[in-house]
């Protein structure tokens, strides 16, 4: 019986904004179906989580032995590290030592740097995506300067936000939405006792907002944001007429491909004409709106490219399972490794 290596890398604390315990419960759940889609398969599957926190007393030999890494990890520190060790692995090939293809990442450390705000921000816009207007403001810039800048959107009145140009919101104060230049000045402030060196000002737009997830092409599903109470829930929402899914799809698939992601989401903005933007990339969210299904959607792509990356050797394997139960992909993989038939996807073939 094949033994199959898994490693699991739970996101920092700092990175999960108030998301700790469904940040961990979408890993798990994903671990878990992948440890009994194995098993299923007749494969020894071991499992093993540890904190991004603790990279420092991880062993590059270590990694070696794993054939699959899951990694929520954001931390430049951490990413570093993993992009250095496939370095070293990359500079150990040679005629009589190829390289392997093992351990396959999910997502890849690039793809989360991509996923870093003025990052994804500048890649977006310079491909022409619906991305909306922004600037990038230096906290060490003049006050006056930063003033100016803001002033050269149109309609300042009709509303700008203002989000740390490094991460993702770390809390709830590194998105807000400002209308005037009193409120300005308040968030630099909070901004600066943050130590931001950069921050985004980007243009609003006025529309549903839709929460859409994508887990490569075995799986999407999307929330509504709906304002409550001065925040903002999410709720399933009404649906979305088929051109308009369709290019959610589209764009989503683009944006997956460009930025090297497997595992993401995406907020969308449908605009009062009917125009869509995208004003939010994120690597690997919680999907706590339907967690189970996208565990299963997770364990399915990974467990697929593991076997398509040649690591059971010339047997075929056919994963089956009730089909009462299908709630996720299932594929066929022939001895050659080549074919690959899915049975049942959650994205149909043709949008």
């Given amino acids: 019986?094949?033994?199959?290596?898994?490693?699991?890398?739970?996101?920092?604390?700092?990175?999960?904004?108030?998301?700790?315990?469904?940040?961990?419960?979408?890993?798990?759940?994903?671990?878990?179906?992948?440890?009994?889609?194995?098993?299923?398969?007749?494969?020894k599957v071991r499992v093993e989580r540890v904190r991004a926190e603790d990279y420092q007393y991880w062993r590059w030999s270590d990694f070696s032995r794993y054939h699959l890494?899951?990694?929520?990890?954001?931390?430049?520190?951490?990413?570093?590290?993993?992009?250095?060790?496939?370095e070293q692995e990359a500079s150990q090939v040679s005629e009589d030592a190829p390289l392997s293809p093992f351990p396959l990442l999910i997502n890849s450390p690039n793809a989360i740097k991509n996923c870093y705000r003025l990052n994804f921000s500048k890649i977006l816009f310079e491909h022409g995506f619906p991305y909306p207007q922004f600037k990038v403001v230096r906290l060490s810039e003049d006050h006056g300067h930063m003033l100016n800048l803001l002033r050269e959107f149109d309609g300042i009145a009709e509303g700008v936000w203002v989000k740390r140009g490094d991460f993702h919101a770390l809390n709830n104060q590194d998105?807000?939405?400002?209308?005037?230049?009193?409120s300005f000045s308040q968030v630099l402030s909070h901004f600066q006792q943050q130590s931001v060196g950069e921050i985004i000002l980007q243009r609003h737009i006025c529309g549903d907002v839709f929460k859409f997830y994508r887990i490569s092409d075995y799986h999407y599903s999307y929330r509504?944001?709906?304002?409550?109470?001065?925040?903002?829930n999410s709720s399933p929402g009404p649906s979305l007429p088929r051109p308009l899914l369709s290019k959610m799809l589209e764009l989503s698939s683009q944006v997956g491909e460009l930025l090297q992601l497997?595992?993401?989401?995406?907020?969308?903005?449908?605009?009062a004409t009917g125009d869509l933007y995208i004003i939010d990339v994120n690597d690997w969210p919680s999907f706590r709106s339907c967690r189970q299904k996208a565990a299963n959607a997770v364990a399915a792509h990974a467990l697929d490219k593991c076997l398509q990356a040649n690591l059971y050797g010339p047997k075929e394997y056919t994963y089956q399972e009730n089909l009462s139960e299908r709630t996720y992909p299932y594929s066929k993989v022939y001895s050659d490794f080549q074919t690959v038939k899915y049975l049942h996807r959650s994205i149909p073939p043709k949008y």
């Fill in 1 to 43: 019986m094949k033994e199959f290596y898994i490693l699991g890398i739970y996101r920092e604390r700092i990175y999960s904004n108030q998301s700790v315990e469904f940040d961990r419960a979408i890993l798990d759940a994903s671990l878990d179906r992948l440890r009994f889609m194995g098993k299923d398969l007749g494969m």
């Fill in 224 to 232: 509504q944001l709906v304002a409550e109470g001065g925040g903002a």
């Fill in 69 to 86: 890494i899951l990694s929520m990890g954001q931390s430049p520190e951490l990413l570093k590290y993993l992009q250095k060790f496939l």
């Fill in 175 to 182: 998105v807000i939405f400002i209308n005037d230049e009193a």
């Fill in 262 to 271: 497997e595992v993401f989401g995406i907020d969308f903005v449908v605009g």
